[in-house]
């Protein structure tokens, strides 16, 4: 079946350099969209990106992702992180017409000062 | 902004007793979601409706019921709670398509069952 992998559960890094969050997928479908949501804490998860086209970058809050359906990949980047971005996120799938999202583990991110 | 509402926020239950979590929204959202949380597995889908009188089984359903009895309310039922319940629940709503659109997750609720 459809499902989405999130390697890292924690990922740390020190305030002001990069961060990528690593995520992958397996699906038999070629319409489909790809997401990611961020939670932070004790509040409810919000989406912070989308992408349904193939290498193309997509961007928001200083957070970028490229779809690459070659490498079956949709990692989540960030240039320069902020004590700010510490949250749970989380990369999702959805497959036109089904309905639903499907969700990887979730990586939790903690900026150092 | 779309309005998720799940009552209650916490809960404690007995083994062997029923639970029953509610949802509701404002938003004429045709698609509701329950989800679980638990930590090194992310969100997992329960079971989700595409409107009145739907549900659909998701991923992990074995032990849990749904009732979509109007478009505004979802609710989620353990008939038969159990240690293993024990989680935070996410419900969501999201439009007919949601490829093209995010969902809209409530607070959550923190379910212990003891």
């Known amino acids: 079946g459809d499902s989405v992998t999130q390697t890292e559960g924690l990922v740390t890094v020190t305030e002001g350099l990069p961060v990528m969050l690593n995520c992958t997928y397996q699906?038999?479908?070629?319409?489909?969209?790809f997401f990611w949501y961020v939670q932070y804490l004790n509040e409810a998860p919000k989406l912070l990106l989308r992408?349904?086209?193939?290498?193309k970058r997509t961007e928001h809050q200083g957070f970028h992702a490229t779809l690459h359906k070659s490498s079956s990949s949709f990692h989540l980047q960030k240039s320069s992180v902020q004590l700010s971005d510490s949250a749970l996120y989380y990369c999702?799938?959805?497959?036109?017409?089904?309905?639903?999202?499907?969700f990887g583990q979730g990586t939790k991110l903690s900026i150092k000062p | 902004e779309a309005a998720v509402t799940q009552s209650p926020r916490n809960k404690v239950a007995v083994t062997g007793g029923k639970v029953t979590l509610s949802c509701n929204q404002t938003?004429?959202?045709?698609?509701m979601y329950w989800y679980r949380q638990d930590t090194g597995h992310g969100l997992r889908l329960i079971h989700y409706?595409?409107?009145?009188?739907?549900?659909e089984k998701g991923d992990i359903p074995d032990g849990y019921k749904a009732s979509r009895p109007s478009q505004e309310n979802f609710s989620l039922i353990l008939e038969l709670a159990t240690p293993s319940q024990t989680s935070v629940y996410f419900c969501?709503?999201?439009?007919?398509?949601?490829?093209?659109?995010?969902?809209?997750f409530g607070h959550g609720t923190k379910l212990s069952v003891l």
């Open positions: 969501a709503s999201g439009g007919r398509q949601i490829s093209n659109e995010r969902l809209f």
């Open positions: 409706s595409y409107g009145a009188g739907s549900t």
């Open positions: 999702a799938l959805s497959v036109y017409n089904q309905g639903k999202l499907i």
């Open positions: 938003n004429n959202h045709n698609n």
């Open positions: 699906t038999a479908y070629s319409d489909v969209a």
């Open positions: 992408s349904s086209t193939d290498n």
